[in-house]
């Protein structure tokens, strides 16, 4: 993923931005409302001045209007405008007009002249027209935003003798916004600064506790629990504080499990001493007395032809419980990969152990070309199943093995028409030492138990007295390749 895309982002980094872009917004849409506020309000004051230089105008224009004497509208005319221009207005141009248009008296008379129609073209045109047809005070507007213009009607004798026009220039309205902008601008600025830090540091300080409560998850996903300090009383605090009696729990639960699993261990090798020391005790004691009948005997040659045979059988037997125990340790240290060929090979080891005797071999090996498993492991507890099956058909038999793979998990399966098993001792051939055979060690069945377990998998039995039995291998596979996991 993009380190360039917010989804990428940390918490410490994707917060404080986004409360700066609140604050900053807030701020900037504030600032705006403020200045388009003050725009409005200093347009509205210019246009009421306009509006009422325009009044007294008309109403000091109004007699001399009646007299047709020009000279006293033309002095009030100055008169008003020299001193708004002397407070620092800009007036643009100030006009009085009869009802025809025509100018009785104007700030630029050069350009107008007393007596004639008042020049106009385009805009200029249409301000005119509405100026001469106004009944009321009436604020006309630039289209292009450069000026004001108050327009008043000039009534006197009852009747609407013209009008007056006073055109106030927007530069000090511009100026004024422009101030008033940079002040607000400078506020908002400052503002949204001061929010914006005080949103990261508060962000920061939420931020924190989460992190130390996401790195305190990591560890106890790894088994490793650890606390979290708390601080406060807040959602953050009270979260912090479950997950510490959580960390708790796992914790005495992982040093339950430790002690259990000791115990198990120290009751397991516990059971196998013993098993051992019995095995090995009945024909080491056997050896012993023959051994000792001998030595009291040394003149009996009958004695030796006698004993010898049995000398041999117990150490035979202590040999093959030994190599027993020796197969099954290195089976389960072992972890080489295989592949389906793998189980082929037991086969051929099958094979030629059941040569020559009555025994029918079905196998059928459905897996797929990239399913892998651990080949020592499987193997050895695949041939411990198949051996115990040929023993279990002295007279010959079917012995049926399929190999398959569903939904993830290696399925084995071994079936006899051997004796059987009885249906008391189905819940003991998994024991150690357990066997029905009298030259069996009884560790066959549990070595393949321990190696299926060791691979993550369960063995399950299925036996009738006298018809046979069925064992079956499920692993799970731990990889998409089809593998299993060590």
Known sequence: MSPWRPSSWSLAVKLPLIVCLVVAGVAGVTGFTVIQKERIELRQALAEKAVLLSQWIAAASAEPMMRNDVWPIWRSLRQVTSKEVDEGRD???????DTEGVVMAHLQ????PIGLPLHTDGDETRLLE?????????VLEDPAGGFVEGVAPV???GKRLGVARVRLSTRVLAQAVGEATGLVLLATFGLA?????AGIYASLRAVRPLGRLADAMSSLARGEPVAVPVRGADEIAHLSVTFNAMAAEVAEKQRLERELAQAEKTAALGRIAAGVAHEVNNPLAGILNCLSTLRD???????????LPVIERGLLRIRAIVQDLLVEQRAEHASEPCGPECLDEVRDLIAAEIEGKSIALDWRNELPPDTMFNRQRLQQALLNLLRNAVQAMPAGGRLSVSARREDGVLV????DTGVGIAPEDVGRVFDPFFTSRKTGTGLGLWITWRLVQSLGGTIEVASRLGEGSRFTLSIPLGGPDGSIAD
């Not at 600064?193 to 830090?197: A, D, E, H, W």
């Open 297 to 307: 005997h040394p003149k009996e040659p009958g004695l030796l032809e006698r004993y």
């Open 155 to 157: 009534v006197g004798g």
């Open 412 to 415: 084995i399966v071994v079936e």
């Open 109 to 112: 008379p050069g350009l107008n």
């Open 193 to 197: 600064l001061i929010g914006s830090l």
């Open 91 to 97: 007036v643009l141009t100030a006009m009085v007009l």
């Open 130 to 138: 509405r100026a001469l047809r106004s009944e009321t005070t009436l």
